[in-house]
């Protein structure tokens, strides 16, 4: 698996919970979270550590709104922190490295 590989997998864990484009809600952030920390899904990228990102978007009353979704890599590759940002919540997630 190469990088942009493994950006498109944890995109696609995050639109699991936002079904239809439906907005993310706080409990499937919760289930999300802890679907990331116990991911088997490794950094490829070695050179690549700490903070990775990535948005996927809801309509929302008509309107796109983004979720963006924050994880930080351990050396392992590893993911060990997952903070989740949408309009009306920020959720964290494991512990942060920096």
């Known amino acids: 698996m190469n990088y942009p590989e493994y950006l498109t997998a944890i995109q696609s864990i995050l639109i699991?919970?936002?079904?239809?484009?439906t907005v993310l809600t706080?409990?499937?952030?919760?289930i999300l979270g802890a679907r990331l920390l116990e991911a088997d899904?490794?950094?490829?990228n070695s050179?690549?550590?700490g903070y990775h990102q990535t948005v996927a978007v809801f309509k929302d009353r008509g309107v796109w709104?983004?979720?963006?979704?924050?994880w930080q890599t351990g050396e392992e590759?590893?993911?060990q922190y997952a903070r989740v940002?949408?309009?009306s919540f920020i959720k964290e997630y494991g512990q942060e490295r920096f």
């Open 16 to 21: 699991e919970y936002m079904p239809n484009e």
């Open 85 to 87: 940002h949408t309009p």
């Open 41 to 44: 899904i490794l950094n490829p």
């Open 77 to 79: 590759g590893r993911i």
């Open 26 to 30: 706080a409990e499937n952030a919760d």
């Open 47 to 49: 050179s690549k550590k």
């Open 65 to 70: 709104t983004p979720v963006t979704l924050h």
